[in-house]
């Protein structure tokens, strides 16, 4: 169900840069309209089809490219594009839900502990989302057990957390690497293309073998494109995941220490 959310996203975000698109050049060309142009309604409607037409030669041009790039090539880099967003944007959304105000939640467990004991603390945990107060939960119905179970619950609960915070990543990471290799693939292949067509020709025309390697080139520059864009995604799932880490073990520490304070843990 997440995947099918994150294919949603990436569509729905595909469609609305598409449509900001078309109104900005709507826009723009109805700003940089001349007083002229709109006293005369004939300079206005060519105006508005040479605007059209200008929109219309930006958007042909990238599909010209993506044609000459060779089909089957390019729609593997694009495919890796689009499930290497999905993946991209369901951890994104994970990550964020997953983030949790720590000294909020310590404030209200403490107050809790206080207040009516492990019992009122599991409540607050229970009502609040996100991995650290999972976390306080496991390590709370272990109370009774006494402090060195509640450290060794912590410890295993919060490796599962970890996991899970990390879960999709290596996904993201294969279409990292898959993209460039596809648009390498591709480029050999294109050349090996240009240099069959010169040995065909028999003749070394400058022009022939400027239009192979351009070809063939098109397709690197698509799976260089999809790596970076990935490769930022990737690198912030992995600093939002240090920061989570880190929030879990200052939180839990701080738990136990509260644990001792409010509540006669057994040793």
Partial sequence: MKRLFALIAVFGMLTFMASNVVVAQDTTA???ATPAQVAAPVDSEEAAAIAAEEG????GALKQKFIEGGPGFMTSILLCMI?????AIERVLY???ATTNTKKLLAKVEAALENGGVAA???VCRNTPGPI???FFQGLDRADEGIDVVEKSIVSYGGIQEGLLERGLSWIG?????GPMLGFLGTVVGMIQAFDAIEAAGDISPSLVAGGIKVALITTVGGLIVAIILQIFYNWCLNKIDSITSS???ASISLIDMLLKHHNLPK
């Fill in 133 to 135: 107060a999972s976390i």
């Fill in 121 to 123: 603390a599991k409540d």
């Fill in 30 to 32: 109805t700003q940089t």
């Fill in 248 to 250: 879990m073990e200052d």
């Fill in 83 to 87: 499930l290497g967003l999905a993946f």
């Fill in 56 to 59: 219309q030669s930006a958007h």
């Fill in 174 to 178: 294969l279409f990292i690497a898959l």
């Fill in 95 to 97: 990550l964020s839900l």
